[in-house]
């Protein structure tokens, strides 16, 4: 018998079966406190302003808030993951006024003989989408980055600002690629067709590297050459090119400067590498 029992002879019956020490209300709470937080995309990004460099006008663009967003991992290519959210939407700053677009890093990087270019080229024509969302739609994003690589065509930007637009789109299509596996939208051709936006992406990625290797000086795109030579490298895997590869690889083995989680990561590509070329004899 509870402790509580007697209760019902003083017309308390509906309190005999109380937790005396609040056991059950704990347990309860501890449950709660031990179940995962849903992260929602929205709640990791805010609106920033902007001065636009092309036509001097105001905008806003949504960007991902860095401190709060966890990463989680990286794609061997670096891609960055981060718990529920795509950090990639959100690097392409796009001015509705004038359809002046631009990675951050390059965004505020415009000269006066640029902007007359895009002015000529784009802003007479561009027509932009209302877009209307609380956050940037995989189908927002790749308009946003294609307006992006078309610009930096346009002003004649360098051959490192293209390669690295082409390898964030890349990212691009494969986190479109995986948010629609396994659900109604990801129909074959759906897939096919940014699998194959994926590559195609990659390999002009990889020839604008390779370019730039030849003709400009690092920093790159906000990496050092050991970077570079590493991206390089797992490029020029994906593609095949195993010469390049191998060279890149050796390159990192062999520096002075490289640390050692980059020479971790370039023991690893090289045996994939050669798991690689054993395959195809």
């Keep these: 018998m509870g402790l509580l029992s007697g209760l019902g002879g003083l017309g308390l019956n509906g309190l005999e079966n109380m937790d005396i020490f609040g056991e059950g209300e704990k347990a309860e709470a501890k449950k709660k406190t031990q179940e995962p937080v849903k992260v929602e995309e929205k709640d990791l990004i805010y609106d920033k302003a902007f001065k636009c460099p092309c036509c ?19 794609d061997q290519d670096l891609r960055p993951r981060h718990e529920g959210i795509d950090s990639v939407k959100y690097d392409a700053i796009l001015c509705p006024s004038c359809g ?30 209302d ?30 600002e293209k390669a690295y637009i082409c390898l964030k789109s890349a990212w691009l299509m494969r986190g479109y690629r995986e948010s629609v596996t396994d659900t109604e939208k990801g129909t074959p051709e759906l897939l096919a067709e940014l699998k194959a936006k994926e590559e195609e992406y990659i390999q002009n990625a990889y020839n604008g590297f390779a370019e730039a290797r030849q003709s400009e000086g690092f920093p790159m795109c906000g990496m050092d050459e050991v970077t570079v030579d590493y991206l390089l490298g797992v490029l020029a895997a994906h593609l095949k090119k195993f010469d390049v590869a191998s060279r890149m690889v ?3 083995l062999t520096s002075t400067t490289a640390n050692n989680r980059m020479k971790d990561k370039a023991r690893d590509l090289k045996e994939q590498i050669m798991l690689q070329l054993k395959n195809t004899k």
């Design 250 to 252: 050796a390159s990192i």
């Design 56 to 74: 001097d006008g105001d905008l806003t663009a949504k960007i991902m808030k860095s401190g709060k967003a966890k990463l989680i991992g990286s």
């Design 100 to 129: 002046y677009t631009a990675l951050s890093r390059f965004f505020p990087n415009l000269t006066g003989a640029q902007a007359k270019l895009i002015k000529e080229a784009i802003s007479s024509k561009v027509k932009i989408p």
């Design 131 to 160: 877009y209307k969302g609380e956050v940037y739609s995989y189908e927002e994003a790749v308009d946003r980055y294609q307006l992006a690589l078309v610009n930096a065509v346009v002003k004649h930007g360098r051959a490192s």
